[in-house]
């Protein structure tokens, strides 16, 4: 009866969208990607969330990133229309000096963030400024030869 139990609870998690929590383990986290019953088990796999930044501007942006283990990176450039995917199991620190605005951010498991213009700027030349998104599309790969580190050298 829990056999039965749980594949119709699958099935109907299968055709809706189900949120679960990150796996929180002190330090570091784990998100689910794949949940199915097997022998009568249930059965979750879970990986390290992608922080993934975006540039929907028309000019590269250029910022730094931080672990809690880690001392500051050197520059990244994230080229207009691309992405940056950073694959970490922590919050990661982001920041960068633009336009005379300092930006120092706490980008959560997982984040989904990107660059655009900020209107509320009232300098003569426009800034690009971080935001977070809404919501990823599910339909968006990544590319691996995006695929990065706070540790990785460009």
Known sequence: EFQQSMELWLKKATDQA?????????????RASRLLLKK????????????RIVN????PQTYQTKGPYSDWSTNWVLKPGKAHHFTVPFP??????????EELYTLP????????????????KPVARLFLKSSRPKSEE????????????E
């Open 56 to 59: 929907n501007t028309e000019e």
């Open 40 to 51: 009568g088990q249930l059965v979750v796999d879970f990986d390290i969330p992608v922080v």
């Open 92 to 101: 990661m620190l982001y920041r960068r000096s633009e336009g005379g605005i």
């Open 18 to 30: 189900m949120v679960l929590p990150d796996l929180d383990m002190q330090r570091s986290g784990l």
């Open 142 to 153: 990544s590319n691996s030869q995006d695929q990065f580190s706070t540790s990785a050298v």
């Open 109 to 124: 498991l997982g984040a989904d963030v990107e660059f655009r213009w900020d209107a509320e700027n009232t300098s003569e």
